[in-house]
Structures are given as C-alpha cells and as structure tokens.
C-alpha cells in the first residue's frame, strides 16, 4: 500500500527567509502525481503545487518551488521569501488518475515576523 | 475557475440523529467524488469513493451503513451520518474529480460536524 511520510511536525522560518518541508513517500507504481496542500485555521484545503510523477522537471509556482527525488521517493517543498501569510498546516499527499489521495501527516509552519 | 461547494459548514446534533452534507460541483461534471474525515489536529482520512450512478467504494473500518453515500447525478454526491454519536464529531470534507485522468481534483470547504 502506498504510504505518505511527513517527518516534521512543525517547522518555523523567519519572514523572508526560506524553509524547506520534507515528504517522502512509498509506492510500487511508476504513474502517479504528488501534492502540496495549505491547509489554514480555516481548514480549507488549498493547492501549493502539483507535480506529476513522469516529468522529470520540478514543479515551480512563484515562490513555492519542489525538489522531486523519484529514485529517492522524495518530493520536498520550498518556500521561498516566506510570508506571514504561508503560516498554516501543510500536508503532502500522493494519488493516481482515480483522484483519491493518500496524505501525510502535515508539518505546521509558523512564521516569524 | 470550478468550484465545490458543501454545506453545511458547520452542523451541531443531538446523539442518535442523521446529519446529511452535500457535496455539488458548480461548473464541471464530477464523475467521482471523494469523502474524507479529520480529526482534529490529524490528517485527512479517506473514507469513501463515490461514482456517479454506482455504489460507494469504502475504505477498510469505514462503516458503509452508518456513512451512506449517495452519488445520484453528476454534480452531486451526499454524505449522511446515521444515528450519530459523540465520537463521530470530526470535519468532514468532500473532494470531486472531473472527466479525464489528468483533470484536477478540487476540495469542498469542509463540515464541521458536532454530535452533542
């Protein structure tokens, strides 16, 4: 079965400083698509990034940015110039074409002014 | 851009009662939607796939009688929470699929169900 590791609990980055989220992940298959999702106090489910499985260039959205390790079974995120704004839950998760998706743990980021 | 919609957002109950939320896909037609459960401070747990027109697929220790899924239309799917208890209290939170393999997957707001 495949599984989602998300190794950071929590993680702090100073305003305008960057910070790296970890995620590795397990799986048999070869075609499958990896995800970032903020999720706020709200708890709305936000997309950060998406990257799919067979496209060896990682994904880049403004100042989120990813670093696909597939050998590694790795997919870590990057924040860069962090905002008061990025401070909320993060999780990474794993799916296939069906859409359903297997998510880590999540990693809560704060953000120091 | 398309949008799920689910209400309620937030629904409180008495023990034993149903709660049902909806789910609707505003601009696409979802051909699969998906019900998830967090509990607080936790992640997001998979409870069921849904299939416009065919039976719930359930995911292991999900009670499909207690959680009754109902996909009746493309746009459409519902999750109703029968004879509900105090441990069922959690956020409840739909996802729904377009046509396509590459078509993107878009969450609902999410319910916060309170069972008193």
């Known amino acids: 079965a495949q599984t989602v590791t998300q190794s950071q609990p929590e993680m702090s980055v100073q305003e305008a400083e960057t910070v790296t989220l970890s995620c590795t992940y397990d799986t048999s298959e070869s075609d499958y698509y990896l995800f970032w999702y903020k999720q706020p106090p709200s708890r709305q489910m936000i997309l950060v990034i998406r990257?799919?499985?067979?496209?060896?260039q990682n994904a880049t959205e403004n100042r989120f940015s990813v670093n696909f390790q597939k050998a590694a079974k790795s997919f870590s995120l990057k924040i860069s110039d962090s905002q008061l704004g990025d401070a909320a839950m993060y999780f990474c998760a794993y799916g296939e074409s069906q859409g359903n998706l297997i998510f880590g743990k999540g990693t809560k980021l704060s953000v120091k002014p | 851009g398309a949008v799920v919609s689910q209400h309620p957002s937030r629904v409180i109950c008495k023990s034993g009662t149903s709660v049902k939320i909806e789910c609707r896909s505003l601009d696409f037609q979802a051909t699969t939607m998906f019900w998830y459960r967090q509990f607080p401070k936790q992640s997001l747990m998979l409870m069921a796939t849904?299939?416009?027109?065919?039976?719930?697929?359930?995911e292991q220790g999900v009670e499909k009688d207690k959680f009754l899924i109902n996909h009746a239309s493309l746009t459409l799917s519902t999750l109703t929470v029968t004879s509900a208890h105090p441990e069922d209290s959690s956020f409840y939170i739909c996802?729904?699929?377009?046509?396509?393999?590459?078509?993107?997957?878009?969450f609902g707001n999410g319910t916060r169900l309170t069972v008193t």
């Open positions: 996802s729904a699929k377009g046509q396509g393999r590459n078509s993107p997957l878009h």
């Open positions: 990257q799919e499985a067979y496209k060896q």
């Open positions: 849904s299939n416009e027109g065919s039976k719930a697929t359930y």
